[in-house]
């Protein structure tokens, strides 16, 4: 006979996992207490590294059903979930997902539900990563310099060359800058000059 586990995570300890739990029951799910797993963990961690989640999968065996709310519960992307839905298949684990109307994750439908998921999410990167892109390419046909803010200014910096030019050390200078001795040598590098 098939036992039914449930998996409710929330990414901070401020956060309860009371919602997921009454919606998994409200679905008509019986749950033993002894098979919830909640855990605290940013959806960031794959579920694979996740400490309850590797207990959990020490529990699991072939012909149990995983219940989880929303496939964020899972992971943070559509790699990850896919991931930990393909281990949880290949040991026989049935993967329940309410958000998808209930549907098995590892069934023909949940597959394609799957592929069609992760189709969306590389489509979305894609297009992240096109704007992302764009708009640098944007910034600088504006003129704009784009990375961190110099720690010192062109007249600093023209004055600490002057400096190590008259024999300043680099460390003295770093202090007197307020600035570590790597800007300095940094500095140093760009004009050339040679201490």
Same mark, same amino acid.
């Not at 207490?33 to 855990?39: A, F, M, Q, T």
């Not at 959806?43 to 999968?57: D, W």
């Not at 995983?66 to 496939?71: A, F, H, M, R, S």
């Not at 600093?156 to 800007?183: F, H, I, N, P, W």
């Given at each position: ?81 896919? &991931?930990?839905?393909? $281990? #949880? /298949? =290949? ?11 209930? %549907? ?54 023209? &004055?600490?060359?002057? $400096? #190590? /030019? =008259? ?11 307020? %600035? ?16």
């Amino acid at each position: 006979m098939s036992r039914i586990f449930a998996y409710c995570r929330v990414s901070t300890h401020e956060q309860n996992t009371e919602n997921q739990r009454r919606e998994i029951e409200a679905t008509g799910f019986a749950l033993d207490k002894r098979r919830i797993v909640e855990e605290s963990i940013s959806g960031s961690v794959a579920a694979l590294q996740r400490p309850g989640f590797i207990k959990l999968l020490d529990r699991l065996e072939a012909g149990d059903v995983l219940i989880v709310t929303k496939l964020d519960r899972l992971g943070r992307n559509a790699m990850n979930v896919r &991931e930990t839905v393909e $281990r #949880l /298949a =290949q040991i026989g684990v049935r993967v329940h997902c309410l958000a998808l109307g209930g %549907t098995d994750l590892t069934s023909s439908a949940g597959k394609m539900t799957m592929g069609v998921l992760n189709a969306v999410a590389e489509f979305e990167r894609d297009l992240l990563i096109e704007r992302t892109q764009s708009g640098l390419a944007r910034v600088k046909a504006e003129g704009k310099v784009l990375g961190r803010k110099p720690a010192l200014t062109p007249a600093q910096q023209s &004055e600490a060359r002057a $400096r #190590l /030019a =008259q024999g300043q050390s680099v460390s003295q200078l770093a202090r007197d800058y307020k %600035t570590t001795r790597q800007t300095i040598m940094r500095v140093r590098r760009i004009e050339g000059t040679t201490v």
